[in-house]
């Protein structure tokens, strides 16, 4: 019977594993094999350059960074398998965990499976994904290539009016493209948009094609009452239409809140479970950000170490 079993592969994931690990309790990962339709190391493996992670003043790309915690993880004793987790089973003691054909017991579980960006698969949207089309705006928004150009986000909640704010920072013009003729933010957040100089909604409106050879260059757009379209000149192309958390496989083995996101015990990782942990973006719809998962991650860690030690035999 394995101590803990850590699923999932983000910094959430890795910053249990570390922190378990050096616990010398010997934990075992599963990182998954495309699960979500990601790679291991979660969504930091489809960005291109992270800048707001402590240590790396120069930046590092998302595929070394999580290379580099997964280094980690095994050098402070964790055990990780490629293997993506089709069910689980917390109804019964001791836990168990079914992957594939195996079913493996553990005493304590952590939850750390992160929420995938929602995306519209617009046409050159793969070609362009990362060279200027991102789903983090507060995480992109700052790097070079769209430092004073012109932005287009997509959405028309208070996140997208959040991120349009944010981006008009950096930004020579951000337009915010609405289906609707009305936002579904908050009255506040409304009267921000409706302030900012820099911020020009176009309502009426759907995104419709990316465009450019080598990195975005203009978004073609369709207003859906008249059925005209035009082109935007963009360097920059933003979702802000949710997130997907990636729970499906708990099955009702765990409280989820109303938007399908890993319920907690506020202040803690604790879930509804006893000795199940949950940390990262699987449990965190408002930040979402790699330092605010990786340091649940060590709260899923700690908690979980103390729940070993106050429940053995």
Known sequence: ?????????????????????????????????????????????????????????????????????????????????????????????????????????????????????KRMNLPGEDRLWQRGISACAVCDGALPIFRNKPLVIIGGGDSAIEEATHLTKYASKVYIIHRRDELRASKAMQNRAFANDKIEIVWDSVPVEALGAQVLSDVKIKNVKTEEEQVIEASGLFYAI???????FLENQVDLDATGYIATKPGTAQTSVEGVFACGDVQDKRYRQAVTAAGTGCMAALEAEKYLFENSA
Do not use: W
């Not at 949710?242 to 499906?248: F, I, R, Y």
């Open 1 to 117: 019977m394995e101590n803990i079993i850590i699923i999932g592969s983000g910094p959430a994931a890795h910053t249990a594993a570390i922190y378990c690990g050096r616990a010398n309790l010997n934990p075992l990962m599963f990182e998954g094999m495309m699960a979500g339709g990601i790679a291991a190391g979660g969504q930091l493996t489809t960005t291109t350059e992270v800048e707001n992670f402590p240590g790396f003043p120069d930046g590092i790309s998302g595929p070394d960074l999580m290379a580099r915690m997964r280094e980690q993880s095994v050098k402070c004793g964790a055990t990780i398998e490629t293997v993506t987790v089709d069910k689980v089973n917390f109804k019964s003691r001791p836990l168990k965990v079914i992957a594939g054909k195996d079913t493996i017991d553990a005493k304590t579980i952590i939850l750390a499976t992160g929420a995938t960006a």
């Open 242 to 248: 949710g997130h997907l958390p990636n729970t499906a």
